[in-house]
């Protein structure tokens, strides 16, 4: 399969819609094919970047595209659950058993909480993902019931993520409005999922850094 079969693919669409939905009942930030499409087009120019091969540039992207559908079974262990139910869709569409494993085993690492980086395509998956923080990830309208992943997302004004191969550096540029969130309050949410990203670039040999209001903070 290619990437824009899974973008167009009804069974990849309505569980990126579904885990959206639920998410969204529990109050948690945007998880919508705005963001799943973001995170393939992160991943796969960070593969492009520091020249692995087309197939690969492919692979990152489809693994950035579908790496939340596990969210429509249950936030706890979606990365687990969504690579279970990837695994079976690629295999009905005929992808081939190398390219599967590569983008189901991407899949299943990507959350903080019980993965890592290990290979590219998991690499640009992480970064690709852990780096989308902005504004309008916020769904909460009334400020007062912010929590403190909506006030961390609402205080992100700009963020861009760029590659540099000849220097083999990866920088997440945030500009941060510091009195809706300090950088103490960004780390308490945010070092877990920074840590992910510096190993990932690791893996992809570079390093990553994180600049906020034009200062490097790690």
Known sequence: MTYEEIRRDPEILGLIRKGNDILGALGFTDHSQAHTALVAQRAGALLEAFGYSA???ELARIAGFVHDIGNAINRKHHAEYGAILL??????????????LTVVSAVANHDES?????????????IGDKTDVRRNRVRAKDHRSFDIHDRVNWAVTDA???????????????????????????????????????????????????????????
């Open 160 to 218: 861009r993520l760029e590659m540099d191969p000849a220097a083999r550096l990866i920088t997440l540029d945030l500009e941060l409005d510091e009195s809706i969130c300090t950088m103490y309050d960004y780390f308490d949410i945010f070092l877990g999922r920074m840590q992910m990203c510096r190993h990932g670039a690791e893996v992809l040999g570079a390093r990553f850094k994180l600049v906020a209001n034009g200062s490097k903070v790690l």
């Open 114 to 126: 019980t993965g890592n980086a290990f290979d590219p395509v998991s690499a640009a998956l992480i």
């Open 87 to 100: 695994d079976q869709i690629l295999a009905r569409r005929g992808m081939e058993l190398e390219d599967r």
């Open 55 to 57: 197939h690969q540039v």
